[in-house]
């Protein structure tokens, strides 16, 4: 055996698609008695398959735009039998509302001048010689007025922008300060008076406080002088009156 000729893979890229039908390129090197030689390499490249269900890919146009839906990619080379299914008005990946779509180009749909009647959900299926399933994938297709949506952020800026008041009379552009000095000031002085004002009543608060609080020690103050009056004194021999019965009336 070691001195059969042979060839190994000594690298080996990505496939160039994620799903469905792709390529990638592979390094060849000759191997000699269990060595591998470096001279002599060569490159080839060999097609590739890690998943055929590429699932659902949703697609936002104008009305009346044109609108092209790509199925093969760059492995149109290799492409055997294509077919199109067409799920009307709705975004789905429910093959049984699916139906036959037949157009002129197998490898894509050509939508020229969008309509309404074109959004929906586009299934293309992709089978190599032998039949065998190699790639599905499903394209939502939505449709919506220019005037609507814009997909250019920028020039949608620039256009609003230079609007143009002529066509919008009810349309009121402000620029700069939308109040003027006298406004401005008017609402300073107002708010400043309201902040004195909260401020006083606080105050005047807190003073009616202190005066009760005040009040109500010297009302305390007095009864315990008025008691020390007119109770005897620890020990003593009790207040003189008559019986042996003495009333306090405070």
Known sequence: ????????????????????LGVRQQELCPMREGQVEKGGCRMRWVRCLDTWQCGLQTITGPEGGRLELDCLGEVMEAMGRVSWRYARGII???DSLFVLYDSPQ?????????QEDNAGTYRCEVQDSTFHLVKRVYKGVRVVPPQV??????????????????????LTVVTGSPYTGRVVRNIVLTSLALSAALAGLILLG?????????????????????LARLLPPPGGGGLEGEGTHTHLHL
Do not use: F
């Open 149 to 170: 949506l814009s997909l250019d952020y920028d020039s949608a800026l620039v256009r609003w922008d230079k609007v143009d008041l002529s066509h919008s009379p009810n």
């Open 1 to 20: 055996m070691n001195a059969v000729p042979a060839e190994v893979i000594v690298h080996s890229t990505a496939c160039s698609a994620t799903c469905g």
């Open 206 to 226: 807190l003073s009616v406080l202190i005066q009760r609080r005040r009040w109500w020690k010297s009302c305390m103050r007095g009864k315990r002088v008025l």
């Open 92 to 94: 789905t990946s429910d």
């Open 106 to 114: 197998l490898d894509r749909v050509v939508l020229g001048l969008l």
